[in-house]
């Protein structure tokens, strides 16, 4: 296993002077360098067999003992310094001071095939930044970022990759629900991956320390190596930098309003200024479509960051990145002017979106079918992903009776369906084979199109449950039967047809399955 390495983060910015590893508040630097923690028996369970590919490693090499021994934090690479981010953040709305890696340590930056790539491992160990918690990730929740990182790399979302995950051989403790019910899981690993993992809070310790001289750095490092598209200087530089990360953290959230993921904990501390999907704990996939849904029993009460309120709480976090850079402008009204824009680029986009899952030309205005079937899809219980995909069945030639029936698999209880809600059914119905009637493209061209952008397969969160549940009795199969099936999540998977269905019963209100919390 040879690698190009290309550090930049531990060699260009400001590292932290104490290299000692206790807890602490770190000032005047961008990270601490720490070593990750030998664990006691340590054991690949997956590695991700294309991603390998995309960072020039070998199945041969992903199958070596060296592979295992650094992606499980076991051995250093020569000429590599790992080393801890410092950020802060808002957690649930409120200022929460220094955050920072507390259990993930950067291992070393690649070149690969004009890429730029960050190796990053979760639960290696304390670091300066572990505050009261001990660095360790438990198996559950590495399966869960393990598989969702890759099943939305192939959905089309932005997002960290994840490599490999493997056992420590070590116990965690946890209380799973804070209930008070204790117990040791078994601890793991995560290796992930993206260009860079900056945060919108690794802007704002800075600011918030009035640390003004690093926070410059860190944003010219930034704009440098992430955003060498700008090419402003001054000012503008950085209020160009805050345009591109809010278009796009927008693309990012259109996405996942596309396919019906809910992050759970949107702090700004979980906010990547590269606009990838990060951190991934306590999230869920929409199963019965509801805006007031969240997978995080943390947030059960305020349910800050339920399905319908993604777009507005990044917003929330792009006013915080402001507020953060604002050392570096001066100028209240250009970064407000960047901030007001974002609603109407939102919508245009979210619209855009959806009437592209409608099958419509995206051109036309179509905002009452659009509006109509958020209101239609509330009515009863109704699955998101299973509507969406079976609506490509409807035809030209079918009356709202038919096209209901094709797609009654997507409801949870069809007795549900009364008369009341079968009326607005069938005029939502109406009102939408008219419209596929009027236009140019056959139903085979308009179904294809659907299909491209309506998943089939996502990682419902009963199937993540089921392949932990197996992992945890030392069977790993279902680990990797997900992420094959979910390599390919818009084609039709025959020998997969199982996992094309609606959340079983027993699933609706499982720790794990609908109840997350943040312990993991
Ligand atoms: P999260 O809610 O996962 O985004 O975590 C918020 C902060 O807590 C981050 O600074 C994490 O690094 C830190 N953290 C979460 N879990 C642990 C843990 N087990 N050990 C140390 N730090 C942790
Ligand atoms: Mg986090």
């Not at 200087?233 to 996405?255: A, C, P, S």
Request: aromatic residues 12%; proline residues 3%; hydrophobic residues 35%.
């Amino acid at each position: 296993m040879i690698f190009n390495l290309n550090d930049t983060f531990n060699k260009e910015l400001p590292a932290d002077i104490t290299q000692e590893n206790s807890r602490r508040q770190v000032y005047n630097a961008c990270y601490s360098f720490v070593t990750p923690k030998q664990t006691s028996n340590p054991e690949l369970i997956h590695f991700s067999d294309d991603f390998i590919q995309e960072v020039g490693i070998t199945k041969e090499d992903a199958q070596s003992e060296e592979f295992l021994k650094v992606f499980s934090g076991n051995k250093v690479l020569e000429n590599s310094h790992p080393y801890a981010m410092c950020y802060g953040g808002h957690q649930f709305g409120h200022w929460a001071g220094q955050l920072g890696d507390g259990r993930a340590i950067n291992l070393f930056e690649i070149d690969y095939n004009d890429k730029h790539w960050t190796f990053q491992l979760k639960g290696a160990g304390e670091t300066p930044y572990s505050r009261t918690a001990d660095g360790l990730a438990v198996l559950r929740s590495s399966i869960r970022e393990h598989l969702c990182s890759e099943a939305m790399h192939y959905l089309g979302v932005p997002t960290t990759r994840s490599l490999a995950l493997s056992l420590t051989g070590d116990q965690v403790m946890r209380d799973i629900m804070y209930n008070g019910n204790a117990a040791y899981e078994k601890g793991a690993v995560v290796c992930r991956v993206a260009p860079s993992f900056i945060r919108f809070g690794n802007f704002e310790i800075f600011a918030a320390r009035q640390d003004n001289e690093t926070l410059k750095k860190l944003a010219d490092y930034t704009i440098e190596h992430f955003y060498s598209n700008i090419t402003s200087t001054g000012k503008q530089k950085y209020l160009d930098f805050l345009t591109e990360v809010r278009n796009r953290t927008i693309d990012m959230i259109v996405h996942w309003q596309r396919v019906g993921f809910v992050h759970g904990v949107m702090n700004t501390d979980n906010l990547s200024i590269l606009g990838l999907t990060i951190d991934y704990g306590p999230y869920g996939w929409l199963e019965g479509f509801d805006y007031e849904w969240t997978p995080n029993t943390t947030d059960a009460q305020n349910k800050r960051y339920r399905f319908g309120n993604q777009p507005y709480i990044a917003m929330w976090n792009l006013y915080k990145l402001a507020n953060a850079l604002y050392p570096l402008i001066e100028e209240v009204d250009s970064l407000q002017a960047i901030l007001n824009e974002y609603e109407a680029l939102y919508l245009k986009q979210y619209e855009a979106m959806m009437k592209q899952k409608l099958g419509l030309n995206t051109k036309s205005d179509y905002s009452s079918l659009v509006s109509g079937i958020e209101k239609t899809l509330q009515l009863i219980e109704t699955d998101y992903t299973i509507f969406f995909r079976k609506l490509s069945l409807v035809t030209k030639n079918d009356t709202p009776a038919s096209a209901i029936l094709k797609i009654s698999d997507a409801f949870y209880n069809e007795e549900d369906l009364q008369k009341e809600s079968k009326k607005q059914w069938s005029s939502w119905f109406a009102q939408y084979i008219e419209t596929i009637q009027s236009l140019d493209s056959t139903d085979e061209e308009r179904a294809t199109r659907m299909n491209a952008i309506n998943p089939k397969y996502v990682l419902r969160n009963y199937m993540a449950q089921l392949a932990i549940d197996d992992a945890d009795k030392g069977n790993y199969d279902l680990i990797d039967e997900l992420y094959q099936l979910l390599k390919n999540p818009y084609d039709e998977q025959p020998t997969y047809e199982k996992w094309f269905a609606k959340r079983p019963e027993w699933a609706r209100h499982k720790v794990g399955c609908s109840m997350l919390s943040c312990s993991s």
